[in-house]
């Protein structure tokens, strides 16, 4: 076996010198794709906010929304189909989290929301900042109708109510079964 040689020569290590191939022009496009539709640009501000008195109850209604809606909501009737907790996170993170939520909540038909956002006992407190921004961030999407502050029950000036106008899908449901009763 001393008089063996090897048939080929192969490195035990790898080339380090090798190029690396840059991305083709399909890959950079469906790169392109998938990040533009994967993910909606959040609009929401992240820019001052005038602090609110941290007593202040808080409420915001679209032009045209009833009264009666208003009222029933800020009486804590309507069902709470989902709820997001904010406390003690970061502000960025907040901001995603409340955009990612109103958008899922929307696309699955959800009308009534709660977001419990805390509320400080000075108006500069971190919690009463974060109230702050939950109030301007939510007049900021048109899905939202409506919206105030919650019964005690459910976190009374620390959380809110939410009211998201109807889905495109739901209100097509609603149309037809008008129709019927008419025929």
Partial sequence: MADVTPLVRRAAKADSRAAR????EAQLARRANAEAS?????????EFVELLPHDQPLAFR????QSGLFDKLSHGRYAIEAQLHLQRRALEQCRRELFAFIRDAH???LRSLLIVHGRGREDASPANVLRS??????????EVQAYCSAQARHG???ACYVVLRKSERARQLNRERHQQRRG
């Avoid at 679209?62 to 929304?65: A, E, H």
């Avoid at 921004?133 to 048109?142: E, H």
């Fill in 156 to 158: 009374g000036l620390g």
């Fill in 21 to 24: 191939r840059s991305p083709s």
């Fill in 107 to 109: 696309s699955h038909q």
């Fill in 133 to 142: 921004y939950v109030a301007k961030w939510l007049a900021q999407f048109d």
């Fill in 62 to 65: 679209r032009d045209g929304i």
């Fill in 38 to 46: 994967g993910q909606e640009t959040n609009f929401l501000s992240d």
